[in-house]
C-alpha cells in the first residue's frame, strides 16, 4: 500500500506551459507539504497545508499555486513554467506541523 | 535563519565498517530532528525522529544522536553493509524544515 503517492512521476514540458502534480496520502495525517529538490540535491520546502489551509508559503514565484481539495490531497500547479523550474518535486506528509515527514517518490519535472 | 550543515559531503568506506555522519545546525530552538536516507532517483525514507528532548534514538543498526545545546547531531551505522549506500539527510524542524546537503555513502564489498 502506497502511504504518498505522486503523479506523474516524470513530466516533460516546454517553457510557458502550465502543468499540475498531484499528491495524495493515505495515512491520515493532518499535515502536507511541497519541497523541490535542484540539481544540486538540495531539498528546500516550498508549502505547508494543515488540514486544507496554507500554513507555510516560502519565497516562491507566485507561478506556483497549491491546491487542497481535502487533507488527503495536496496538488501543485505551476503556470508558465521556465527553465529553472526543471527539478524534482517532492510531496510528503506527517501527523502534524513538522512532526515526522513521510515522503513521496516525487516528480522529476524537466522544462525544455 | 537556520542553516544546517552535514559532513563529510561524501564518504566511502569497506563493508563492515562502523562510520559516523555528522549533521550541524545554528539555532537551537528546535521540535525535532530527523534522519532521512535517499536512493538514486528515489524519494525520501525516513529512518529516525529525535524529540528536543531526546538524546538519541535507535533502530536496528542505526544510533542518531542529539545534542541540542551544542547544535549537533550524529546517525552511527554499525557493520555497514553495501545495502546502505545511498545519501544521508538531516532535517531539522523547528516550525519549518531545514535539510542539510547530505552525505552520500558509498560501502563496498
Known amino acids: 500500500d502506497t502511504a504518498v503517492s505522486q503523479t506523474p512521476k516524470y513530466l516533460v514540458t516546454q517553457m510557458g506551459n502550465d502543468k499540475s502534480i498531484k499528491c495524495e496520502q493515505n495515512l491520515g495525517h493532518d499535515t502536507m507539504y511541497w519541497y523541490k529538490q535542484d540539481s544540486k540535491k538540495f531539498l528546500k520546502i516550498m508549502f505547508s497545508?494543515?488540514?486544507?489551509?496554507?500554513?507555510i508559503n516560502e519565497t516562491v514565484p507566485n507561478r506556483f499555486s497549491p491546491k487542497s481539495p481535502d487533507k488527503a490531497h495536496l496538488n501543485l500547479h505551476i503556470n508558465s513554467l521556465e527553465l529553472g523550474d526543471s527539478a524534482v518535486y517532492f510531496c510528503a506528509s506527517g501527523p502534524t506541523d513538522f512532526y515526522e515527514q513521510y515522503f513521496g517518490p516525487g516528480t522529476r519535472l524537466t522544462v525544455t | 535563519k537556520q542553516e544546517v550543515t552535514q559532513i563529510p559531503a561524501a564518504l566511502s568506506v569497506p563493508e563492515g565498517e562502523n562510520l559516523v555522519l555528522n549533521c550541524s545546525f545554528t539555532?537551537?530552538?528546535?521540535?525535532?530532528l530527523q534522519w532521512f536516507r535517499q536512493d538514486p532517483g528515489k524519494g525520501l525514507t525516513s529512518l529516525l525522529l529525535?524529540?528536543?528532548?531526546?538524546r538519541e534514538q535507535t533502530s536496528g543498526r542505526l544510533n542518531a544522536s542529539l545534542d541540542k545545546s551544542s547544535g549537533r547531531s550524529t546517525l552511527y551505522i554499525a557493520a555497514s553493509q553495501p545495502g546502505d549506500s545511498a545519501t544521508y539527510l538531516c532535517a531539522v524542524n523547528a516550525g519549518k524544515s531545514t535539510f542539510g546537503d547530505g552525505t552520500t555513502l558509498t560501502v563496498k564489498p
Open positions: 539555532d537551537s530552538a528546535i521540535y525535532n
Open positions: 497545508y494543515n488540514n486544507k489551509e496554507l500554513i
Open positions: 529525535i524529540q528536543s528532548s531526546q
